[in-house]
């Protein structure tokens, strides 16, 4: 079980920074994969940006040169920094924890945090 706390959203003007947090309730350490997504209303969340446990990275496309996803595992803390925001990075941000265990994986969820890039 991992309890995620997300923070860090908010209004940002296009162009601007933003810094995403995620508390994990337990060590991050052995959690095989933390990741960032995000979702629009009526459509499908997606993938941001996801980092393994071996430190292997993954953007998605669109946001690739502008975000950058890293962790503090004495903190239990995974970030997403937000460079160069656009209006259609509007969305809400989810923490993702997947544990591998044997041949099955659980996927773990915060709340969400609010992120809103416009003049």
């Known amino acids: 079980q991992v309890q995620l706390v997300e923070s860090g959203g908010g209004l940002v003007q296009p162009g601007g920074s933003l810094r995403l947090s995620c508390a994990a309730s337990?060590?991050?350490?052995?959690?095989?994969?933390m990741g960032w997504y995000r979702q629009d209303p009526g459509k499908q969340r997606e993938l941001v940006a996801v980092m393994t446990s071996g430190d292997n990275t993954n953007y998605a496309d669109s946001v690739k040169g502008r975000f950058t996803i890293s962790r503090d595992n004495a903190k239990n803390t995974v970030y997403l920094q937000m460079n160069s925001l656009k209006p259609e990075d509007t969305a809400v941000y989810y923490c993702?924890?997947?544990?591998?265990?044997?041949?099955?994986?659980?996927?773990?969820w915060g709340q969400g945090t609010q992120v809103t890039v416009s003049s």
């Open positions: 993702n924890a997947r544990v591998v265990v044997g041949a099955t994986y659980g996927d773990y």
């Open positions: 337990r060590s991050i350490f052995s959690i095989n994969a």
